[in-house]
T-cell receptor, first 108, second 118 residues
């Protein structure tokens, strides 16, 4: 079983749609959680940290459920520029473990 | 300021040769990480340096892989006797890692070195 599992997609959605990505992790001792974004043939960039209380940054909302070891990312009013691969990332003992990513394509 | 830089951007080598990849972290960043990303796959952690502490080498896949870092500056990742399975993008990241346990500071990634072993 992978340590961090994500639905690879691809998710193809029209502009303006709301899309949700899910992620599960296996290490219950994991300490912190992130969503990164990776554009094609580019390096990953931090999108947002994920907190137990849930957090929002503009059109993006992240949720963490420690009991279920589950992380989510919601994108509202999606834009063409949101097209990318979204990586779920979990930290334990200062080591980041990346999911394989979920590919999103926003269509005009 | 300048971001994380890596060189070379692309490296093509023959099976069995040694290669050396370089990473220049953001100035002042105490933590430096190396990752590997095979085509279509997620990132694999390789090694982590934090200040003058002993590096965390738990992700290195074999003894053909080694890395060094001089103080809080440049790091080199060396792969000896390269194999075709070593073909991947090798990414370096750095962060200002001031806290004791959690990674609370953003990791900034370099553009990567694309290694192709023929």
């Amino acid at each position: 079983r992978k340590e961090v599992e994500q639905d690879p997609g691809p998710f193809n959605v029209p502009e303006g749609a709301t899309v949700a990505f899910n992620c599960t992790y296996s290490n219950s001792a994991s300490q912190s959680f992130f969503w990164y974004r990776q554009d094609c043939r580019k390096e990953p960039k931090l999108l947002m940290s994920v907190y137990s209380s849930g957090n929002e940054d503009g059109r993006f909302t992240a949720q963490l459920n420690r009991a279920s070891q589950y992380i989510s990312l919601l994108i509202r009013d999606s834009k063409l520029s949101d097209s990318a691969t979204y990586l779920c990332v979990v930290n334990w003992a200062r080591q980041l473990t990346f999911g394989s990513g979920t590919q999103l394509t926003v269509l005009p | 300021g300048a971001g994380v830089s890596q060189s070379p951007s692309n490296k093509v080598t023959e099976k069995g040769k040694d290669v050396e990849l370089r990473c220049d972290p953001i100035s002042g960043h105490t933590a430096l990480y190396w990752y590997r990303q095979r085509l279509g796959q997620g990132l694999e952690f390789l090694i982590y340096f934090q200040g003058n502490s002993a590096p965390d080498k738990s992700g290195l896949p074999s003894d053909r892989f080694s890395a060094e870092r001089t103080g809080e500056s440049v790091s080199t990742l060396t792969i000896q006797r390269t194999q075709q399975e070593d073909s991947a993008v090798y990414l370096c990241a750095s962060s200002f890692d001031a806290s004791g346990g959690e990674i609370t500071d953003t990791q900034y990634f370099g553009p990567g070195t694309r290694l192709t072993v023929l």
